[in-house]
């Protein structure tokens, strides 16, 4: 629907969302939005990945994927109640159910934005899953030479495009996970599901379980299908040049000292 469209169409139906999914990109986000779209209880944007909050106005963004490929330019701005109602529109359908979206990266909105997320919503729970921010990064470089390029890693002639590519800000920001989750709890302190990556490779279903008590949902409906721990939204394997894997380490490790302290446990194997 056109933000045209809504600007005008003062019939549809409106809500907020209830949830979103903030992150992190390449941490099975997909995947979550494929389980949750199963619940009869839940009801998702019609399509993962909206990209409302994070893009300002006369900004764009690239959209990696077999449905999308393209570049998307949105002039959404956040001081426009045209364009809220926009956004709100997407929900209106889902009634009584509990309602939300997946864009991963919203984990990585600045300080000043999502203030102005908190000022528009400030009842959304939030689900953050983390990956070990060296495989996270790898595969989304991994992810964009095969979408673009339908290349793997060791075609590429030039080891240090790999690294250009893997130290990018934008990559680097997206597992820099201490940041954003301060930035984050600073408007919505204990409104946020913390899921790890490695505990979905583990016991996916638990996970899900996890969720669905976050969101006051029924488990049963996903209790009973099978196949939680299915991968999916998957790009060829190709292993990490040891420059690489060096490099984000050094830049990742101050991290692991705030992460050991709020969770509880060891992120020594990240890195």
């Not at 002639?157 to 990559?171: E, G, I, K, Q, T």
């Not at 820099?176 to 709890?185: L, Q, S």
Request: net charge neutral; with cysteine; proline share 8%.
């Amino acid at each position: 629907m056109s933000l045209d469209y809504a600007r005008l169409a003062y019939w549809l139906p409106t809500r907020s969302p209830d949830f979103l999914g903030i992150g992190a990109p390449r941490s099975a986000t997909t995947w979550l939005y494929q389980w949750l779209s199963l619940h009869p209880e839940i009801c998702l944007s019609k399509r993962k990945e909206v990209h409302f909050l994070n893009i300002p106005e006369g900004k764009g963004t690239y959209v990696y994927g077999p449905d999308f490929g393209h570049f998307i330019q949105r002039p959404y701005d956040l001081n426009d109640p045209h364009h809220w109602r926009w956004y709100r529109s997407l929900f209106g359908k889902c009634g009584s159910k509990v309602s939300g979206e997946i864009t991963p990266v919203y984990s990585v909105l600045d300080a000043d934005r999502i203030a102005v997320v908190k000022e528009h919503l400030p009842d959304l729970k939030l689900i953050y899953i983390m990956r070990n921010p060296i495989a996270r990064a790898w595969s989304g470089v991994r992810k964009e030479l095969w979408w673009r390029f339908h290349m793997h890693p060791h075609e590429v002639s030039s080891p240090d495009a790999l690294m250009r590519m893997a130290m990018r800000p934008f990559v680097l920001s997206c597992g820099n996970y201490a940041d954003a989750i301060t930035r984050w709890e600073t408007h919505y302190p204990d409104r946020i599901l913390y899921l790890f990556y490695d505990d979905i490779m583990v016991d996916a279903q638990d996970v899900l379980r996890g969720v669905c008590d976050f969101l006051h949902v029924d488990r049963g409906p996903l209790e009973t299908a099978g196949g939680h721990s299915e991968r999916v939204n998957d790009v060829p394997t190709d292993d990490i040049p040891p420059a690489v894997r060096s490099a984000l380490a050094a830049y990742y490790a101050p991290q692991l000292p705030f992460l050991e302290q709020k969770f509880g446990r060891s992120f020594a194997h990240w890195i």
